[in-house]
């Protein structure tokens, strides 16, 4: 009789034998796999929700970035090129340069491509009465629009320019004079409109009023000549103070380089902390996710081999058991001349069946466990489908470990079934 009908029978005999040996390798390949299935749809939930945390973050952190960048904007321009010879204590005590130098060189630095500054402005400031105002003491500063950057994208500008024939006056002077917007007034002979009102600041702002820089020139009799040029400093390597002298110096040599430090550094530290503020969140968000798929392994890692040994444990007793139980029954087998081989081969034979069937129906309900699970946390939720879910080398191991294990497990007892005596049985039975 071959070995496989016998092997058939003996299932159909000892059902119930069969169905707790499947049972323990069902029940153990299938915690397996229900614990590596919520752990892969973990590791691919933490992958896809990484993804968008990081773009979000990066939205955030950009917007965030620019609106920094519009708050430090309000701040003003930080950087002034002044002419090479002007008297830095003169300047500090009148509040503006006196010495002049030529408005083309606001030219020169748009032709070189200067990388360091950018919104370039230059301006004329002089102190003056106002004579139609009753001898009013004013500040006259002549602005143009900035200078364009061909090599750099357009910015918007940080000081709208006044067009010819406009004037824009600080906040005392709109209060001390009555003056408003759309009102016509009379400098130096020169006619203007009141365009704008300037905000109180607090500083001599408020006293000043700005008109065209050419008609400035014209006006006090400067033509083409600036006695400064105000520039923002670029948020990018070398562009702190002396990187920035030693560019424009490279270009200019006849100019000096004034930095607004509280200006600059307002500016410099929101960026950086906006830069550091982005880095930190994602950087936090990835140490955090890494942390609990480490945890999540590491419950694994104890877990698998406490639970194949288990199956092993019980896969062997059951076979134990079974060969007890049927000593009379073998040594029959062993009376109608069956070898010791032949034995052994139909309890391992059955082992590897035990194994196979129950690693197949252990996949099939811990796969569907471990997809349950990880619905009923989240895991599954997004883009993640049960496709993705399929491990199919950790299928693979368990179609083969599984049998291999069951017979490794029913191994030692179909040797002792293989090794018995017939006559010895015989003869207590």
Not at 117 to 127: Q, V
Not at 209 to 215: A, E, G, N, Q
Request: aromatic share 4%; hydrophobic share 50%; charged share 20%.
């Amino acid at each position: 009789m071959k070995i496989s009908r016998l092997v058939l029978q003996e299932i159909r005999y000892r059902k119930l034998d069969f169905v707790l040996g499947v049972f323990a390798v069902l029940v153990a390949s299938g915690c397996l796999v229900a614990v590596m299935t919520l752990l892969r749809g973990h590791k691919l939930r933490v992958s896809e929700l990484m993804g968008a945390k990081e773009a979000e973050t990066l939205s955030l952190m950009r917007e965030a970035e620019d609106d920094y960048r519009k708050i430090t904007k309000k701040l003003g321009y930080n950087i002034l090129l002044l002419a090479a010879d002007q008297d830095l204590n003169a300047f500090h005590t009148q509040g503006y340069a006196t010495t002049l130098m030529p408005e083309s060189y606001v030219d020169q630095l748009v032709n070189q491509q200067i990388m360091s500054i950018r919104h370039l402005l230059p301006t004329l400031h002089e102190k003056l009465v106002w004579e139609e105002q009753g001898n009013l003491p004013v500040i006259l500063v002549g602005v143009r629009g900035e200078a364009t950057l061909a090599h750099r994208p357009p910015r918007e500008a940080m000081l709208d320019p006044v067009q010819p024939g406009e004037m824009r006056i600080g906040h005392v002077l709109h209060e001390r004079l009555g003056l408003s917007v759309g009102d016509t007034v009379t400098l130096m002979g020169h006619s203007f409109t009141v365009s704008d009102v300037q905000p109180t600041r607090g500083n001599a702002d408020d006293i000043t009023v700005w008109v065209h820089l050419s008609v400035a020139q014209e006006m006090l009799g400067r033509p083409g000549q600036v006695n400064a040029i105000m520039a923002l400093s670029c948020n990018c390597v070398g562009a702190a103070i002396e990187g920035i002298r030693k560019e424009v110096n490279g270009i200019l040599p006849e100019t000096q380089v004034i930095e607004l430090a509280s200006q600059a550094l307002v500016r410099s530290e929101a960026r950086s902390r906006v830069s550091a503020l982005n880095e930190a969140t994602v950087g936090g968000e990835a140490e955090h996710h890494a942390q609990l798929r480490a945890a999540r392994e590491a419950f694994a890692a104890w877990l698998a081999p406490l639970i194949v040994i288990g199956a092993i444990v019980w896969v062997g007793l059951l076979a134990l058991g079974n060969v007890r139980e049927r000593k009379t029954e073998i040594g029959i087998w062993r009376a109608l001349g069956f070898r010791s081989s032949q034995i052994l081969c139909i309890f391992v034979a059955k082992a590897i069946l035990i194994g196979l069937v129950g690693a197949g129906l252990g996949w099939l309900g811990g796969f569907l466990v471990g997809a349950l699970w990880g619905r009923a946390e989240g895991v599954t939720a997004g883009g993640i489908g049960l496709g993705a879910l399929v491990d199919v080398p950790l299928l693979v191991a368990v179609l083969i470990l599984s049998p291999l294990l069951a017979a490794l497990a029913s191994w030692l007892p179909a040797m002792r079934a293989a090794q018995q005596d017939p006559a010895h049985v015989l003869r207590q039975e």
